[in-house]
């Protein structure tokens, strides 16, 4: 959806770097949800926020840190990158008030680290 | 660890014909979803399953919850070149809060 985007779309960086994968919705949505995708894993959940003053760890937390700037935005960084942080990366939101949970999905940043 | 799992991870098909794959869970789910990502591109919803036992159709897709609301199944009937992607499956874990425990997904491809 365009209404979620992610960027960069494409990234390579060496091992040690600091990272930022910044996204934004203008869907109005209050969740915001950063996963990482590996082949045969599916999707797994890293930190999702509920609001702005929310922030929770998800499955796979370590080696991330998250900062929502505002509803409208939820950055994930990577403090020290190492290569099996190599991923693709997405961002999704959610309407809490929606009678439906779906999440939808930015289009995804690759990630590779050297 | 992982606990949705989804079987099978790959499933290749000549078109026409059908295709399932399987979700289940390690616990009750209070909802499962359906989520269908192209290739290079990012998951989108299908749908959403609530009731115990429940059915839905969408056009050749067959969704089904199952009694123990721990399993799901999505069945496309007569394929199409157009249904080549990955599907996932995910629900909110019991005891896990209201976020989404996605499946490992099974890959579809169609062949001419």
């Known amino acids: 959806d365009a209404d979620v985007t992610q960027t960069p779309r494409n990234r390579i960086t060496k091992t040690g770097k600091r990272i930022m994968l910044e996204c934004s919705q203008t869907?109005?949505?209050?969740?915001m949800y950063w996963y990482r995708q590996d082949p045969g894993l599916g999707l797994r959940l890293i930190y999702y926020?509920?609001?702005?003053?929310?922030?929770n760890k998800g499955e796979i937390s370590d080696g991330y840190s998250v900062s929502r700037q505002a509803q409208a935005k939820f950055s994930l960084s990577l403090e020290s990158a190492i290569p099996n942080q190599t991923a693709l990366y997405f961002c999704?939101?959610?309407?809490?008030?929606?009678?439906?949970?779906?999440?939808?999905f930015g289009p995804g940043t690759r990630l590779t680290v050297l | 660890g992982q606990q949705v799992m989804q079987i099978p991870q790959y499933q290749h098909v000549q078109e026409g014909e059908d295709f399932t794959t399987y979700c289940n869970s390690s616990?009750?789910?209070?909802?499962i979803q359906w989520y269908k990502q192209r290739p290079g591109g990012h998951p989108v919803f299908l749908i959403q399953?609530?009731?115990?036992?429940e059915v839905k159709k969408q056009k050749r897709l067959t969704f089904q919850f199952g009694e123990a609301k721990k399993n799901s199944s999505l069945h496309i009937t007569a394929t199409q070149t157009t249904d080549v992607g990955t599907y996932f499956c995910?629900?909110?874990?019991?005891?896990?809060?209201?976020?989404?425990?996605f499946g490992t997904g099974t890959q579809l491809k169609v062949e001419l």
């Open positions: 999704a939101t959610e309407d809490s008030w929606s009678s439906y949970n779906e999440q939808f």
């Open positions: 869907k109005g949505h209050d969740r």
């Open positions: 926020s509920f609001d702005v003053k929310d922030i």
């Open positions: 616990t009750t789910l209070s909802n």
């Open positions: 399953l609530v009731k115990s036992g």
């Open positions: 995910a629900g909110p874990l019991t005891g896990g809060g209201n976020k989404l425990t």
